[in-house]
C-alpha cells in the first residue's frame, strides 16, 4: 500500500473511531435524559416545606405553612416538609414515603434529621417518617399517636386542611418536647438528585467525545 493510500486509510479510520465515540456519548444522554424524565414523573419535586400537589389547601394556607416550617427549621435545625400527592402510583404510602425522603434529600446529610409528613387523600394514606438521627426522639409509634390524634379526627371531618396543620403542629411540638438539637450547622440542607449525576456523566462524554474529535482532526 503507497503512503498516500495508508495516510487516507488511517485518516478514514479516526474518523469511524469518533463518530462511533460521539454515537456512544449520545447514547448516554438520551438514556440519562429518559431516566430523569422518569424519576420526575414518579416522584414530584418539592420546591420547600409545604408542597400541596393535591390541592387540599389555599395559596394562603400553603404560604403561612411554609413560614412556620421554614422557622422551625432555622430555629431548630430540623426540616419537616409537608406533601401532599393525587395519587401514590401503586407504591404503598411507606414506600412512597422513604423514596420520596431519599431521593430530594430532607434533612441535613450528617444528622439525616428530616421528617416527611406525606397525604395521599386518593387512596386515603396518611405517613410520618422520620430520618434515623430522630429515631430516639420521634419513633414510629410517635408519628402513629400523631395520625391518629391529630389528622385522622379532622381528616374525617372533611377538614383536611385543619388535619394537615394539626399534624405539622404536633410533630414540631412532639421534637421541642424531646429537646432535638442537632448538631452541625443549623438549617443547613443537602439536596440529592441521583439523575441529575447521570445527566452530568452523560454531558461529560458528549464533551469529551468533541474533545476527541477535534483533536484527531488537528493531527491529520
Not at 424524565?37 to 400553603?62: C, K, M, T, W
Request: glycine share 8%; aromatic share 6%; net charge positive.
Amino acid at each position: 500500500m503507497v503512503p498516500s493510500q495508508r495516510k487516507k486509510q488511517n485518516k478514514q479510520e479516526r474518523r469511524n473511531s469518533v463518530k462511533h465515540i460521539i454515537r456512544v456519548a449520545a447514547a448516554l444522554f438520551i438514556l440519562a435524559v429518559c431516566n430523569g424524565i422518569g424519576v420526575a414523573q414518579e416522584l414530584p419535586r418539592h420546591r420547600g416545606y409545604a408542597n400541596d400537589f393535591a390541592h387540599l389547601l389555599s395559596e394562603d394556607e400553603v404560604v403561612k405553612l411554609e413560614v412556620e416550617l421554614a422557622k422551625y427549621d432555622a430555629r431548630t435545625g430540623i426540616q419537616i416538609v409537608v406533601v401532599t400527592v393525587k395519587s401514590l402510583g401503586g407504591y404503598s404510602v411507606e414506600d412512597y414515603t422513604r423514596n420520596l425522603s431519599n431521593s430530594r434529600g430532607v434533612g441535613m446529610k450528617g444528622p439525616n434529621n428530616g421528617v416527611v409528613f406525606l397525604v395521599a387523600p386518593a387512596e386515603r394514606k396518611i405517613h410520618i417518617a422520620a430520618g434515623n438521627g430522630l429515631a430516639a426522639q420521634f419513633s414510629d409509634s410517635t408519628a402513629r399517636r400523631i395520625v391518629d390524634e391529630s389528622v385522622a379526627p379532622e381528616f374525617r371531618k372533611n377538614r383536611m386542611n385543619d388535619g394537615i396543620f394539626a399534624g405539622a403542629h404536633s410533630i414540631m411540638q412532639t421534637l421541642d418536647a424531646a429537646r432535638v438539637r442537632p448538631e452541625g450547622i443549623l438549617g443547613a440542607t443537602e439536596l440529592k438528585f441521583p439523575e441529575f449525576g447521570m445527566l452530568m456523566l452523560a454531558i461529560s462524554g458528549m464533551f469529551l467525545a468533541l474533545i476527541i474529535s477535534w483533536l484527531s482532526v488537528r493531527s491529520v
